[in-house]
């Protein structure tokens, strides 16, 4: 039997694991993060930085950089508390953290604080705390290096080309003002004909939006389950 594939977080996982597996895949969600088919051209941070420059006005991997430096893990690490707030403030404040250069480096060294949204209440932030205060950063940033230092590259040209186009249900359900994964990002799959049957839905919201639209992201995938199985 197949098993439909529903990842919250972890997206690319998720993709890839259909573009190896598509037989064993029924049906494939993604959350706020676009469809990023394999290419042949290998993985370049600096690029992307450029390329999003171009076409939103910032570069949206910024934090990328701080995730990949030696020093990464170890300052997340340090200043967790700082950290929560940067990743549930409002969305727009991610054009000075997540999407400037240092900007998250420069914000987690000085300890700053901001206000976070409703849905981060202070018993996800424990819940939180207590993972990384335990776990540490160091084995999360490691998918961040894989993709900077070309690991990623190196397994995705083993993907056979007949399985780049998603032909199972693929649901998108991402935030309009998501200010890294702009839903935007998913357009050029589905002009190139990638995403043959997808279903699209955007929301008012930033990047964490099932926790932001519980409903709405419920609704919306029971409707999408229920028409396609």
């Not at 700053?112 to 209440?121: G, L, S």
């Not at 290096?145 to 249900?169: C, L």
Request: glycine share 8%.
């Amino acid at each position: 039997m197949h098993n439909t594939i529903i990842i919250l977080q972890g997206t690319g996982i998720a993709q890839r694991f259909y573009n190896f597996y598509p037989d064993r895949v029924s049906g494939l969600v993604h959350v706020n993060v676009a469809y990023m088919p394999p290419r042949d051209q290998n993985f370049s941070l600096d690029e992307v930085i450029s390329t999003t420059k171009e076409i939103f006005g910032y570069g949206t991997h910024w934090y990328w950089k701080l995730f990949t430096a030696g020093d990464g893990a170890h300052i997340l690490d340090s200043h967790l508390e700082s950290f929560w707030t940067v990743l549930h403030g409002e969305p727009e404040t991610w054009l000075e953290t997540l999407c400037a250069p240092d900007g998250l480096r420069n914000f987690l060294l000085a300890d700053k604080r901001q206000p976070v949204q409703a849905y981060a209440t202070e018993a996800r932030k424990q819940e939180w705390l207590g993972q990384f205060r335990r776990d540490g950063f160091d084995g999360p940033l490691n998918y961040y290096r894989s993709a900077a230092s070309g690991v990623q590259d190196a397994v995705n040209k083993a993907i056979p080309k007949e399985n780049v186009v998603v032909t199972v249900p693929f649901l998108f359900f991402g935030g309009k003002r998501d200010m890294v994964c702009r839903p935007e990002l998913l357009r050029p799959s589905i002009d190139a004909g990638l995403l043959p049957n997808v279903t699209n839905v955007v929301v008012d919201t930033g990047h964490w939006s099932y926790l932001s639209h519980p409903k709405g992201f419920g609704e919306t995938l029971l409707k999408w389950l229920k028409s396609n199985f």
